[in-house]
């Protein structure tokens, strides 16, 4: 099975951890739940015997506050505590976060934050800040409500942060992907 499969409609979390796998992808869908063309599903329907995790932000606040309204895990912390608990429960050695967009930031971010062994990100941007609006990739209203939320910390507005955050010992593969078509 791929969670792709099932990835439609409205759910903004589902997985497949019944597999006999040493691996996990954890894929970040991007703005609006977009799963960044066909690279990004042909990829996961590729790996049906890895487990994997599929994460849509319906809050579209960039990751930064949960995923869903419908969730007890509205700020970076509970967010993080969610993904270790689902990773602990995976019980695997190896885990890669894949994200495309806004959700190539987010696997940037919380890959790092947690130590993942991997990060591939297709087409990310590594700050959230009003440029994004000028290059139409994301809308005004959300840069605004994301900036000037008093939950999200500044520090993760910025991902060259995570160079004071993360320990020296952070070890995470960082796989960035971009071409002009993913936009």
Not at 61 to 81: A, C, E, H, Q, W
Request: glycine share 8%; hydrophobic share 40%; net charge positive.
């Amino acid at each position: 099975m791929s969670v792709f499969q099932y990835a439609v409609g409205d759910i903004s979390y589902v997985e497949d951890l019944d597999v006999a796998s040493e691996g996990l992808i954890v894929y970040f869908a991007g703005f609006n739940g977009g799963l960044g063309g066909t690279d990004f599903i042909e990829f996961g329907l590729q790996v049906p015997k890895t487990k994997q995790i599929f994460i849509r932000d319906r809050n579209s606040m960039l990751y930064r506050r949960g995923i869903s309204p419908n969730t007890n895990n509205d700020t970076i912390n509970k967010f993080l505590g969610f993904l270790k608990n689902r990773i602990l429960y995976a019980n695997v050695k190896n885990v890669t976060f894949w994200g495309n967009s806004a959700g190539a930031n987010a696997a940037l971010m919380y890959g790092n934050l947690l130590n993942v062994k991997s990060v591939v990100a297709v087409a990310p941007f590594s700050k959230i800040d009003k440029s994004l609006c000028i290059y139409k990739i994301l809308p005004k209203q959300t840069i605004d409500k994301v900036i000037n939320d008093p939950k999200i910390p500044e520090w993760t507005l910025d991902l060259l942060n995570l160079n004071n955050i993360c320990e020296s010992s952070v070890t995470t593969n960082q796989i960035l992907y971009d071409r002009s078509s993913h936009r």
